[in-house]
Nanobody, 124 residues
Framework: QVQLVESGGGLVQAGASLRLSCAGS????????MGWFRQVPGKEREFVAA????????NYADSVKGRFTISRDNAKNTMYLQMNSLKPEDTAVYYC?????????????????WGQGTQVTVSS
């Protein structure tokens, strides 16, 4: 079993950048595909980005393509989400997750382990 802890969230102005980190412990994340999701109150948790265990394939939601970049450093047991050109609509709690298979899928059900989330707030 792997434990995941997100960090790097905060309050920024529109157009700014943030880098989120997801640190794994208890087990290496290198055997898992990994993903980022986000959620706002009253809405479903939505897919943001995902990456295979070897980083040879990535997947992004249309709303973040060209602005966000997912990456991982298995030696550090850490995954990242670089977020550029942030918009107010990116405001949410961001969660990282470790997948059940090596498929960078968009469905929440593909992911077995979840972090507690980190708040990102983008002001206009």
């Amino acid at each position: 079993q792997v434990q995941l802890v997100e960090s790097g969230g905060g309050l920024v102005q529109a157009g700014a950048s943030l880098r989120l980190s997801c640190a794994g412990s208890g087990r290496s994340i290198s055997i898992y595909s990994m993903g980022w999701f986000r959620q706002v109150p009253g809405k479903e948790r939505e897919f943001v980005a995902a990456i295979t265990w070897s980083a040879d394939s990535t997947n992004y939601a249309d709303s973040v393509k060209g602005r966000f970049t997912i990456s991982r450093d298995n030696a550090k047991n850490t995954m990242y989400l670089q977020m550029n050109s942030l918009k107010p609509e990116d405001t949410a709690v961001y969660y990282c997750a470790a997948g059940r298979t090596n498929v960078p899928g968009t469905e929440k059900e593909r992911y077995a382990y979840w972090g507690q989330g980190t708040q990102v707030t983008v002001s206009s």
